[in-house]
């Protein structure tokens, strides 16, 4: 994208669905500003498949798009970027197959690591799982404490992640954090555009923050 400016306070990261393209249009008609897709268990020929149309409706739309961990699919596509994990490719060898625009998100589980990824070039950390959460079984909880230390510790954006809902979403708002990363709250959700209507409603807080590459 080649705005420099970037809406992080409801951000989408879809789950496996036969009706998946679907689902996405309800979400960005919800009023979601980014989305992650996330398929863990797809050859990168079949993410480029399932990811085009994905992707296309996001530029319709103005959001960034994102893929999760596979850089050759983000490449290939010309995602907005992509998000790497503690344990997946490193984000300077993600910013060097990319380019210098790219969103290149990282996880963070500690101030170390958030300091860490902030000088290797990180756009933003997603930092979790905040609450319990279904979505990764082997997830840690990130005490709220350790959350605002990220936040104060890095200048780029921080997005909670894990466990995140509707009703939780108020305890985040001290924090300082520029949004929350959601994904069985909005796909998960027999009526996924009212899902992401009132989230993006409880997001208010964090879009007033001003948000910079």
């Given amino acids: ?33 980014m989305l992650q897709i996330r398929e863990k268990n797809c050859t990168t020929k079949r993410l480029i498949e399932l990811a085009y149309p994905i992707l296309n409706l996001c530029r319709n739309a103005g959001i960034p798009c994102i893929i999760d961990d596979d850089v050759e699919a983000a490449r290939v596509l010309g995602a907005d970027g992509v998000h790497v994990g503690q344990r997946d490719m490193k984000v300077q060898q993600a910013r060097e197959i990319l380019d210098d625009k790219a969103i290149i998100g990282t996880s963070a589980h500690n101030v170390a690591e958030a300091v860490a990824a902030e000088k290797a070039g990180a756009t933003y950390l997603g930092c979790g799982a905040v609450f319990h959460t279904s979505t990764k079984h082997d997830a840690t909880l990130l005490p709220y404490a350790v959350l605002c230390d990220i936040r104060k510790a890095v200048s ?38 009212r899902a992401a209507r009132e989230l993006h409603e409880l997001t208010n807080p964090f879009q007033k923050k001003e948000q910079r590459l």
């Fill in 156 to 193: 780029i954006p921080v997005v909670a992640i894990g466990g995140i809902t509707a009703h939780n979403i108020p305890q985040l708002y001290s924090s300082g954090i520029d949004g929350v990363a959601v994904v069985s709250a909005v796909f998960g959700q027999p009526d996924v555009t």
């Fill in 1 to 33: 994208m080649q705005n420099t400016s970037i809406n992080y306070s409801l951000y989408a990261i879809t789950a496996p669905a036969a009706n998946l393209t679907t689902q996405v249009q309800q979400a960005i008609d919800g009023g979601i500003t």
